[in-house]
């Protein structure tokens, strides 16, 4: 059973940083991409990141390169979402995401984000709230 467990949000103030995890579980990190995803009040769910699963390159939304960074432990089957820098229209709920298997090898393979309707797995999301 595929699970997707997200914790490390908060309230900070513009130019803090804070870190994100993703526990996941029913698969191995090496076998799946895993992206990151947002959703502000009032606003649809983007994509902000996609990592693949062979090398941990990941690919940004313009929005966030610069400040945020990927990276993994293999051994806690974990994924980490590092912000840095930031601004009140980061605030959002903040959700990890996986493809089905179907897919795995097509999601983030490119250099583009791919839209939650390639995603079946998800987490339950944590609250990221920036603000002075």
């Known amino acids: 059973q595929v699970q997707l467990v997200e914790s490390g949000g908060g309230l900070v103030q513009p130019g803090d940083s804070l870190r994100l995890s993703c526990i996941v579980s029913?698969?191995?990190?090496?076998?799946?991409?895993i992206a990151w995803f947002r959703q502000a009040p009032g606003q649809g769910r983007e994509a902000v990141t996609c990592?693949?699963?062979?090398?941990?390159?990941?690919n940004y939304a313009a929005s966030v390169k610069s400040r945020f960074v990927v990276d993994r432990d293999n051994a806690k089957n974990t994924v980490y979402l590092q912000m840095n820098s930031l601004k009140p229209e980061d605030t959002a709920v903040y959700y990890c995401?996986?493809?089905?298997?179907?897919?795995?090898?097509?999601?983030?393979?490119?250099?583009?984000?791919?839209?939650?309707?390639?995603?079946?797995?998800w987490g339950q999301g944590t609250q990221v709230t920036v603000s002075s």
């Open positions: 995401a996986a493809p089905p298997s179907e897919t795995r090898d097509l999601v983030c393979s490119d250099d583009r984000l791919y839209a939650r309707s390639w995603y079946d797995y």
């Open positions: 029913g698969f191995s990190l090496d076998e799946s991409p």
């Open positions: 990592t693949r699963s062979a090398d941990s390159s990941t």
